[in-house]
């Protein structure tokens, strides 16, 4: 229970709030918090005029704990870690909830470099990642074609994790909001403006990028401009792994799907607009036929741009929000937000029902970019 308020479960009186959880933003991470707190017998309002159309809607779905293991982010790396150790059973549990599949595939990732420097730049990282006990492995020119035939006789060299799966974010966001519904969470079309519109014991902020302009945390738009592609008569792509690449200096990734699309992208672009450019698109398809070259015959079926919600230090906002009892944020996801959506969910959700925050939450609090020395709190209110 939140310390000083009243049990949420076993029949104690509620209060006069109309909910005991509004969730501000539908995508993945607030559709599958309110599906956990619906479990637990709260009474939950869902907030968001268009569930489905931010970040998610161009995500490529990428599990990826390992290949976005990236220097100095030790901390971010144990949370996509911990979260991609979660993603089987709650895959599992998700797909029955729902009543539908969503995309979940297993075969792993293999990571590639085209060119000479593109392998002694992948090696450096793929060195770090396995420093820290990562499963990621090195491969030949000739085991990479064992695995992917498709792949072009040019790349020089890779490494395969195992571990780093995918999930199709559309359809994820439509079973996450399925379950969610099924037990017993509402939806709400109504924008919301400023938290004081919300009327609930615990509002969760989980808005992307709108959650600055609701919280005044700093969360910044990052644009992404992502490709789609579908094979000649919708047959399954030529090969079944994610492909990540570097393709004369360009990175890229590929990643299939057993309908015939081809997911290709992305830029990472300091702009808040969503205007898809000529030369994305021209850099993304040479970087991607360059990797694997069957693809310049596939049809190319949308060009879409979306915007990340970053922050100063990459990685993302969880926990009570300084100076707003009741209040909690989720966002700031960044490129992560598929990854972390099982942890983020069982975190914030523990966090609601009794007001004790995990230790996973402690680097990631709210309060971390205010000035002065950061005090942990176990509870809140």
Same mark, same amino acid.
Request: hydrophobic content about 45%; charged content about 20%.
């Given at each position: 229970?939140?310390?000083?308020? =009243?049990?949420?479960?076993? +029949?104690?009186?509620?209060?006069?709030?109309?909910?005991?959880?509004?969730?501000?933003?539908?995508?993945?991470? +607030?559709?599958?918090?309110?599906?956990?707190?619906?479990?637990?017998?709260?009474?939950?309002?869902?907030?968001?005029?268009?569930?489905?159309?931010?970040?998610?809607?161009?995500?490529?779905?990428?599990?990826?704990?390992?290949?976005?293991?990236?220097?100095? %982010?030790?901390?971010?790396?144990?949370?996509?870690?911990?979260?991609?150790?979660?993603?089987?059973? $709650?895959?599992?549990?998700?797909?029955?909830?729902?009543?539908?599949?969503? +995309?979940?595939?297993? %075969?792993?990732?293999?990571?590639?470099?085209?060119?000479?420097?593109?392998?002694?730049?992948?090696?450096?990282?793929?060195?770090?990642?396995? !420093?820290?006990?990562? @499963?990621?492995?090195?491969?030949?020119?000739?085991?990479?074609?064992?695995?992917?035939?498709?792949?072009?006789?040019?790349?020089?060299?890779?490494? &395969?994790?195992?571990?780093?799966?995918?999930?199709? =974010?559309?359809?994820?966001?439509?079973?996450?909001?399925?379950?969610?519904?099924?037990?017993?969470?509402?939806?709400? =079309?109504?924008?919301?403006?400023?938290?004081? %519109?919300?009327?609930?014991?615990?509002? &969760?902020?989980?808005?992307?990028?709108?959650?600055?302009?609701?919280?005044?945390?700093? /969360?910044?738009?990052?644009?992404?401009?992502?490709?789609?592609?579908?094979?000649?008569?919708?047959?399954?792509?030529? $090969?079944?792994?994610?492909?990540?690449?570097?393709?004369?200096?360009?990175?890229?990734?590929?990643?299939?799907?057993?309908?015939?699309? /081809?997911?290709?992208?992305?830029?990472? !672009?300091?702009?808040?607009?969503?205007?898809?450019?000529?030369?994305?698109? #021209?850099?993304?398809?040479?970087?991607? /036929?360059?990797? &694997?070259?069957?693809?310049?015959?596939?049809?190319?079926?949308?060009?879409?741009?979306?915007?990340? @919600?970053?922050?100063?230090?990459?990685?993302?906002?969880?926990?009570?929000?300084?100076?707003?009892?009741?209040? #909690?944020?989720?966002?700031?996801?960044?490129?992560?937000?598929?990854?972390?959506?099982?942890?983020?969910?069982?975190?914030?959700?523990?966090?609601?029902?009794?007001?004790?925050?995990? =230790?996973?939450?402690?680097? $990631?609090?709210?309060?971390? $970019?205010?000035?002065? @020395?950061?005090?942990?709190?176990?509870?809140?209110?």
């Amino acid at each position: 229970m939140l310390r000083g308020g =009243p049990s949420y479960t076993g +029949g104690v009186n509620r209060g006069p709030f109309l909910a005991d959880v509004a969730v501000v933003g539908a995508g993945p991470v +607030g559709a599958a918090i309110a599906w956990r707190c619906a479990q637990r017998g709260l009474r939950v309002v869902v907030h968001d005029p268009a569930p489905g159309s931010g970040a998610s809607r161009v995500a490529a779905g990428m599990l990826a704990p390992v290949a976005e293991a990236y220097f100095g %982010e030790h901390e971010l790396t144990g949370l996509l870690t911990a979260s991609a150790a979660r993603w089987p059973g $709650f895959a599992a549990e998700l797909a029955e909830a729902a009543g539908m599949p969503f +995309g979940h595939r297993t %075969e792993g990732t293999l990571v590639v470099g085209l060119t000479a420097d593109d392998l002694a730049e992948a090696r450096r990282l793929w060195s770090y990642q396995q !420093e820290l006990g990562l @499963p990621i492995t090195m491969l030949r020119p000739s085991q990479l074609r064992d695995r992917e035939p498709a792949l072009a006789p040019r790349v020089r060299g890779g490494a &395969v994790a195992p571990g780093d799966h995918q999930v199709d =974010p559309r359809r994820l966001v439509t079973a996450l909001r399925t379950a969610a519904e099924r037990a017993g969470a509402r939806w709400s =079309p109504a924008a919301v403006g400023a938290l004081g %519109e919300v009327d609930a014991r615990v509002t &969760v902020v989980a808005a992307g990028c709108g959650a600055a302009a609701l919280t005044g945390l700093p /969360v910044r738009p990052v644009k992404g401009q992502v490709l789609r592609l579908r094979a000649p008569g919708r047959a399954a792509p030529g $090969f079944r792994h994610v492909i990540r690449g570097y393709a004369d200096g360009e990175p890229v990734y590929l990643v299939p799907r057993t309908d015939g699309e /081809v997911v290709v992208g992305a830029t990472v !672009e300091e702009r808040a607009d969503t205007e898809v450019t000529a030369g994305a698109v #021209l850099r993304l398809l040479r970087a991607a /036929v360059d990797l &694997v070259p069957e693809l310049a015959e596939y049809d190319l079926v949308e060009a879409a741009a979306g915007l990340r @919600p970053g922050t100063p230090d990459n990685a993302p906002i969880l926990g009570p929000l300084p100076g707003r009892p009741g209040v #909690l944020a989720a966002t700031g996801h960044h490129r992560h937000g598929i990854v972390l959506t099982p942890l983020t969910a069982d975190l914030i959700t523990q966090l609601v029902v009794t007001g004790v925050a995990d =230790p996973l939450l402690a680097p $990631f609090a709210p309060d971390r $970019f205010t000035a002065g @020395p950061r005090t942990q709190e176990k509870t809140w209110n």
